[in-house]
């Protein structure tokens, strides 16, 4: 049968992806660089011709977009399927290719012997250079289909990507960046803790040898889910390599009646010849101008104070006043109303599910503090656990059967909760009254801290079956449904601090809480492994207790608040701690962020090739007019002094003014470089090729420098 194309190219801005559609299924022949029209699809389509190699097969089974069993791929396929017959082996042809411009197209597939349509959607954003890919299985047959496994589009990597960079971490550590060589083999990352997950983030780099911060080839992956996933990147015995992501669904999950279908999760793809810091800028690009709510974008993002860090659960209307007025003082622009507000909340082993305010410890409701906040110039924010419900509450001894359980096996103890069964529309609908009764009662909320605190082990619902699919569908749909009753609320996604950072829940929230460490060391590199995939206006970053509650560790207020200067800030300490002069730095560090918040929540990050010693980066605006540098000693230089620093991302033509902004007080050993450079000229070329000696430091310090272009 002739193809219906031989083949089908989009193209971005700086991208071309081409996908050979001359095989019974679609698969990408080239993704990178954009191609001049110098260069023909014919032309690399005859220069990937490929021979029958030695004890092989005559023709390699192609990595398709959905490599496929019946198709006699022996490696990771891409949909694995199974009814009362032979669907294992699904196999098919195109029927059906929609490109409905350059940067969109649809291939729809038919095994018309198992009555079985697989449809492709690959969108190439044009100006971010994005791309969305998501796979669809519908079921055509008479039968039931049982669905284990329907991965994102496969994607095929060009043979140079010999590295793998992954992201995990455990609780109050995320992010943390790993690399290691792609070899022989599968390598799998999978989660089944019903979230995102502190320890494997559904997201990896591929790039080579040569790759680095400013230079260099790279692809990003990410998959927007928040339930379980499965990753993987497999090098084929023949050279061959693929990238393949997926929602990884429990035994049973999934099962198709006639007509039903399936839709996996969107993958959000990217390719860079500008290094990883090219890679994030694309990934940022497409948060800002595709997944987050216009209307919130376009307010300057407040400066947060969060009451957890300062008084836990030992709440009094009286102290959350005086907090307020402090805090107020100091630059706060939203307070949020932590853990504790509730029905017999007086720890976390009663309460949750029970969503009334306390008349024990707010008599006259939350009115009284709402009202005190708003005449201080604050918004008003309040924190929420749905999903989750105490055996110690009203709810669960009314409604025992409500949660995610398995007959037969004894609920693991996790933080004295359990998990709500959101695949009973009653519960959504408990839920969403509960939490729409406070907002109604208290209009003046305007900011929920949206939380969740433990994994899902028992993820069976009413029927027995295993929920993690509909829990999580269930949960962006309840989200959606509060947000467009309460147009003006917004919505931060927390789950023990990072657990539920991903593109999914993104899409249906304005922040995400990057970690519950506000240790500032652990901070530097949890923004930084973060940063690959998000801007700085949705990392939830605040300034801690002078000695951090997990790690016990004593940071400077120097420290600490140039860490938090760089993201969504936010202070999380009990401000009677401070001294005067905390105060000042604060105050002032506050209105510095508030004077550059523009450039922070929209600046092109450039992540600098840091050493072990410090952590380094900056914020560039469009025209390369403006940019803020920040120094992070993390630990004391080898040598008696410090090297270079040399910025990144200015304009070689440009002359720049240059400045430190923080902190206002040096405390330094002898007189150094500092007091020489500041205020005078430089050109981006010398500042970027030649450098600025670094002064000598105590470790644990942080510098931020200003540049601004004549």
């Given at each position: ?450 939380d969740m605190n433990r994994d899902i082990n028992h993820a069976g619902n009413a029927l027995g079956k295993p929920a993690i699919h509909q829990q999580t569908h269930a949960l962006y749909q309840l989200i959606d449904r509060l947000k ?227």
């Amino acid at each position: 049968m002739k193809p219906l194309h031989d083949v089908i190219q989009l193209n971005s801005k700086n991208v071309s992806l081409i996908i050979d559609c001359q095989n019974r299924t679609p698969t990408i022949l080239y993704w990178g660089k954009i191609l001049s029209a110098q260069t023909s699809t014919e032309m690399l389509t005859l220069l990937s011709t490929r021979q029958e190699a030695k004890c092989s097969l005559v023709v390699e089974a192609p990595i398709s977009l959905s490599p496929l069993l019946g198709q006699g791929f022996t490696g990771a396929p891409g949909i694995e399927i199974v009814d009362q017959d032979f669907a294992w082996s699904l196999g098919g042809d195109i029927v059906n290719i929609t490109q409905r411009h350059e940067h969109e197209v649809v291939f729809e597939s038919l095994d018309d012997i198992r009555q079985i349509k697989v449809v492709h959607n690959l969108s190439l954003n044009n100006e971010t250079d994005v791309l969305s890919a998501s796979t669809t299985l519908v079921n055509l047959s008479d039968k039931p289909l049982s669905v284990n496994w329907c991965a994102a589009p496969t994607l095929t990597l060009p043979d140079q990507m010999n590295k793998i960079m992954s992201f995990e971490g455990r609780w109050s550590n995320e992010f943390q960046r790993n690399s290691l060589d792609l070899f022989l083999g599968s390598f799998v990352r999978e989660n089944r803790k019903g979230k995102t997950s502190h320890d494997n983030f559904p997201g990896m780099v591929m790039h080579n040898n040569q790759t680095h911060e400013q230079a260099g080839e790279c692809y990003g992956f990410h998959l927007g889910w928040s339930g379980n996933h499965k990753m993987r990147a497999e090098l084929l015995a023949e050279g061959r390599s693929y990238v393949q992501l997926g929602e990884l669904l429990l035994p049973g999950e999934v099962v198709l009646q006639p007509q039903q279908s399936y839709k996996s999760p969107t993958l959000y793809a990217a390719f860079s010849d500008q290094g990883f810091s090219g890679l994030s800028h694309c990934f940022h690009q497409y948060v800002r101008r595709e997944l987050l709510s216009a209307k919130h974008s376009q307010k300057p993002r407040p400066v947060h104070y969060n009451t957890w860090e300062g008084i836990y659960f030992d709440h009094d209307v009286e102290t959350l006043k005086q907090l307020a007025d402090k805090v107020a003082g100091l630059g706060a622009e939203r307070f949020v109303l932590d853990d504790g507000w509730f029905k017999g909340r007086r720890g976390d082993f009663a309460g949750l599910g029970d969503w009334v305010v306390d008349k024990e410890i707010y008599p006259q409701g939350l009115t009284p503090l709402i009202e005190h906040v708003n005449e201080k110039g604050m918004e008003f924010g309040l924190w929420f656990e749905p999903e989750m419900v105490n055996p110690d509450s009203d709810l669960y001894r009314s409604h025992p059967d409500w949660i995610l359980a398995t007959a037969g096996n004894e609920q693991l103890i996790f933080r004295n909760q359990l998990v709500l069964d959101l695949t009973r529309t009653e519960v959504v609908e408990y839920l969403f009254n509960a939490i729409d009764d406070v907002l109604s009662e208290y209009p003046k909320i305007k900011y929920i801290k949206w939380d969740m605190n433990r994994d899902i082990n028992h993820a069976g619902n009413a029927l027995g079956k295993p929920a993690i699919h509909q829990q999580t569908h269930a949960l962006y749909q309840l989200i959606d449904r509060l947000k467009e009753k309460h147009t003006d609320v917004e919505i931060e996604s927390c789950s023990s601090g990072g657990a539920r950072v991903d593109y999914g829940i993104l899409a249906h929230t304005d922040r995400v809480w990057t970690s519950d460490s506000n240790d500032a060391l652990d901070r530097l590199s949890i923004q930084q492994g973060c940063s690959f995939f998000f801007p700085a206006e949705v990392m939830g970053a605040h300034v801690g207790p002078r000695d951090c509650h997990i790690t016990g560790r004593h940071i400077s207020m120097e420290m600490r608040a140039a860490v938090a200067f760089f993201g969504h800030m936010g202070l999380e300490m009990d401000p009677r701690e401070l001294t005067d002069k905390e105060c000042e730095q604060l105050t002032t560090i506050i209105a510095l962020h508030k004077k550059h918040r523009k450039l922070i929540h929209s600046g092109e990050l450039v992540r600098l090739n840091s050493t072990t010693d410090s952590i380094d980066f900056g914020l560039i605006n469009d025209d390369k007019t403006q940019a803020l540098f920040a120094y992070n000693s993390v630990t004391e230089t080898k040598r008696t002094t410090p090297p270079k620093f040399r910025f990144a991302g200015l304009a070689l033509d440009k002359v720049y003014k240059l400045s430190l902004i923080w902190p206002t007080q040096l405390k330094e050993y002898s007189p150094s470089i500092l007091s020489k450079i500041q205020g005078q000229e430089f050109s981006g070329e010398a500042l970027m090729n030649f450098g600025m000696q670094l002064p000598v430091l105590f470790p644990q310090s942080s510098l931020i420098f200003e540049l601004k272009a004549n």
